[in-house]
C-alpha cells in the first residue's frame, strides 16, 4: 500500500518528539453530530473592564494593584502552584509510593492594556514587545540556579480553562525537568547520537520538501500542522535557524517571531469566526548550564475545535484508556488552515 491510500484509511502516526503513536481515521470526519453544542467565543467589547483583575489599575483578587501599565505588565500569580520556598523532602516507599518536594516560580504575564484584545488582533510591534518579555523572563529565571526549566505558555478562552479574557500568557518554573520537555530532550538526545543531526532541523527539511503540511512561514520560522498532529488544527511553530533557547534570538528573528504567531493566530479566528481557544507554548533546552545541542526551539498550538466554532474535541473512552486518534488528517487541516485569510476578521475594512 502506499502513502496516498494509507491517508485515506485507519492508520497510525508516530511523534517522534513524545516518542507516542496516535490513531488517525480519517473516514470518520464524516459522522452525524447529536452531542454537546459549545456557545461560540465571542472577544470582550470593553477595552477596559472596572472588574477585571488583569486591567491597569485594578485591585488583583489578594488586594495588590495593578499598575497603570501600557506595554506588557507581568507579576507574581497571586494563586501559584509552585513556590520558591518549597523545603526539601522525599518518599519513598519501594518505589511505590513516591514524592518529592518541588520548588518554582509561577508569574502571569499580561500582553497588553487592552482587555478587548488577542494576540491575533495586536499591532506587530505589540507582539514584538510580548516576545521580548518573554526573552526577558526566560533569561532571568533560567539565570536563578535551581531553576532548572521555564515554561512560557498560554491558556485562551474559557473553554481551555482560562480565567479571563484579557490578554495574557503564564511563566511557570520547575527546578526538575517538567515531563513532556523531558520526554522531548530524550528523543532529541537520542536522535542527535543516532543520525548526528537535529531531529526538528531534519524535520522541518522534509517539511519544506513535501510542503504538504506546511501553513506559513517566514524568514526565520515555518508553522506547520505537524505529521502526528493530535488536536484537529495543531501546529507546530520551528525556527528555521538551529535556535535552542529564547536567549538565541536574534533581533531579526525577534520580530519573525511575532510576525509567525500573529498570522498563525489570524489564520485560527478565522477558521470559525470566533476568538479561536488553545493552548500554546514554547519548548526551549533546559537551563541546567548544560549547552544542550540536541534542543531545537519551538512552539505548540493545541486548540480543542473540531469542526466548527460549537464543536470541539475531546479525550474520552478509547482515548482516554489506549490510544489517542484524530479523525481529520494533518493535511486536510493544513490546507484549510493555509487557504485562510491573513486579514482578522473583525478588522476587514467595510
Ligand atoms: P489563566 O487565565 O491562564 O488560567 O491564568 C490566570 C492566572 O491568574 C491564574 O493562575 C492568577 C490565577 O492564579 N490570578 C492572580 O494571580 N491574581 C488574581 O487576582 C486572580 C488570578
Ligand atoms: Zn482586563
Redesign the pocket.
Known sequence: MNWKDLKDSPHRRFNPLTRDWILVSPQRAQRPWQGKVEKVAEPPSVQYDPDC?LCPGNL???GHRNPAYSGTFVFD???PALVPETPPAIADVENLILARSEPGVCR?ACFSPRHDLTLSRMKPAEIEAVVRMWMDQARGLAAVPWIRYVQIFE?RGALM????PHP?G?IWTNSELPNLPAKEQASQEDFLAREGKCLLCRYLGLEMESNERVVCENNSFFAVVPFWALWPFETLVLSRRHLGAFDDLTPAEQVDLADILRRVTIRYDNLFENSFPYSMGFHQRPSDGQPHPEWHFHAHYLPPLLRSATVQKFMVGYEMLATPQRDITAESAAARLREMSEVHYLDRPG
Do not use: I, L, P
Open positions: 483583575y488583583r483578587a489578594r500569580n497571586d494563586f502571569v491558556n480553562g482560562a480565567s479571563n495574557h503564564q
